[in-house]
Structures are given as C-alpha cells and as structure tokens.
C-alpha cells in the first residue's frame, strides 16, 4: 500500500507538502536542506535521530533542522502524516522578521490539533492552486509553529493601517473574480503579507483570502438566480472547479449552489 503524494508550486519555491499514507515503506539515514513540520494522523511512526530512538503517535508533531539526519519507518501496519518542507533560505521572505527562529528543540511535542488541521487546509489548497488561500494557511502554520518550538518570538499585534487595508478591499473588490496572490497585494501597499493580513482582519474581522471567497460566495449568489449552470458560475468567479465551488458556497451559506437555486424559485 502506498498512497504518497509530494506537492509543490512553481511560484513558491523551497516549499513543499508531502502526504505520506504507506505500510511497510522505510526511509534509510538521510536529511533534508530544509525545516520540516509533520503531524502524525493515524499509526505510529519511528526514526532514530539525535542518537535515540522515537516512536510518534497520532495527534503528535515530527520537527527537524535543516541537515539534520534521521531515518523513518512505520511503527504500525499503516502510517499516515503530512509533512511541510521550508528551505531555510526561503523564511527571512515568508516570515518577514529580523530575528528568524532558532531551530527546533523538542522532535516530537504532542499537537493540540491546530498544525494538522492548518496541514490539512495546506494540503488542499496546494491541489486546487489558490494562491492567496495556501500562502494564507502557509504563514498560519509557519507563525504558530516556529513560535510554539522553534524559539520565534510572537508577533507584536498590527496595527489597522486603514489607508493600506482600505486600498486592499478595494483591490478585491475590483478583482474577486480573478486569481490574487499575497505576492501582489504586498508589493500594492508596500508592506509584508503578515502585517497585511493581521492588518486586514483586524478592520474586517476575517484575512483577505476569507473576504475574497466571502466576495465571490455574495456574486454567486446573484448568478444562480439568473440563468446560469452552477459550473459555469464557478468557473467565472475563479473557483478551481465545481466541487471547490459547492464546497465555498455551502461553508458560507449552509447549503449548496444547488439547494440555492431550487430554493429560491418562486
């Protein structure tokens, strides 16, 4: 059995996610040229690093340094976990801070459910391509990481910046229906994605990616009362494809773009 799946984007070098669902797969004494920030979802899953032997169950983190040697293995019939590689190179750029984080202390410290779940978010949009959303979860789960283990200092609350978070609503408001990234609403005003999106939420209550979805949910909306089929309105508002579609629109109304539109014949 091995259902592994390695993803990564072009536009986001020295970033990758690696689901790893497998049995009887062992890795030999081998490291990485980058962090590496794991949750253990179902199994038990064991390496011998720092010159001791480790068992991680499920609801536990695996995190290694960069170069740091380790071998893996199943410790149960079926393991599987997610795993983020960040080069090292790449968190001055992601991170946005002039002190970068020590490196991981502790391998294996247990999970309070909120790395998996950001993994899990990660995962997902690594296979639609929503560029905003997965460098959204991205900085989330490198933020919450790197602080609770790697030493990274939290970060001061930003400030509303309402010159700046005015000209980003707007910014969606006129391109909602096109793909955005973090990339370009950075270089529009001028400031680093964090203090963007902390900004941002801080005026509007929820992060741009969460505006933008919430913006195109409010069109639909208006489209499905008219005459058009539910993919074709998905495809137009910039959704990957039907299912990210019925899936936004039910997280946000409770019912799918189908249900809307039979409820709403008069």
């Known amino acids: 059995m091995n259902g592994n799946r390695l993803l990564a984007k072009a536009w986001l070098?020295?970033?990758e996610l690696f689901h790893a669902d497998f049995s009887g797969q062992a890795f030999g004494r081998h490291s990485h040229d980058a962090f590496a920030i794991g949750a253990i979802l179902q199994g038990v899953g064991g390496y011998q690093c720092r010159g001791q032997r480790h068992a991680?169950?499920?609801g536990t983190l695996?995190?290694?340094n960069p170069e740091e040697p380790h071998t893996g293995h199943a410790d149960?019939?079926?393991?599987?976990?997610?795993?983020l590689y960040v080069e090292e190179s790449?968190?001055?750029?992601?991170?946005g801070r002039k002190h970068l984080p020590d490196g991981f202390r502790t391998l294996n410290p247990s999970d309070d459910g909120q790395v998996a779940a950001g993994l899990a978010r990660l995962a997902t949009e690594f296979e639609r391509g929503d560029a905003l959303t997965l460098e959204s979860e991205l900085l989330a789960v490198l933020e919450?990481?790197?602080?609770?283990?790697?030493?990274?200092?939290a970060a001061c609350p930003?400030?509303?910046d309402g010159g700046v978070t005015a000209v980003l609503r707007e910014y969606l408001e006129a391109h909602y229906t096109q793909a955005?990234?973090?990339?370009?609403?950075a270089a529009l005003v001028q400031r680093h994605p964090r203090h963007l999106i902390e900004a941002f939420r801080r005026a509007y209550g929820v992060p741009p990616h969460t505006y933008l979805l919430q913006r195109r949910v409010r069109e639909a909306k208006r489209l499905l009362l008219g005459e058009q089929a539910p993919l074709e309105v998905a495809l137009s508002l910039g959704f990957y494809d039907q299912a990210h579609f019925s899936g936004t629109f039910k997280r946000f109304t409770g019912v799918t773009p189908g249900q809307f539109r039979r409820g709403a014949v008069t």
């Open 158 to 160: 930003a400030a509303r």
């Open 56 to 58: 991680l169950p499920a």
């Open 76 to 83: 149960s019939a079926r393991l599987v976990y997610r795993m």
């Open 180 to 185: 955005v990234s973090l990339e370009q609403l």
């Open 144 to 153: 919450r990481v790197f602080v609770r283990h790697g030493g990274l200092r």
């Open 13 to 15: 070098p020295g970033v």
């Open 90 to 95: 790449r968190l001055p750029a992601l991170l």
């Open 62 to 64: 695996s995190l290694m």
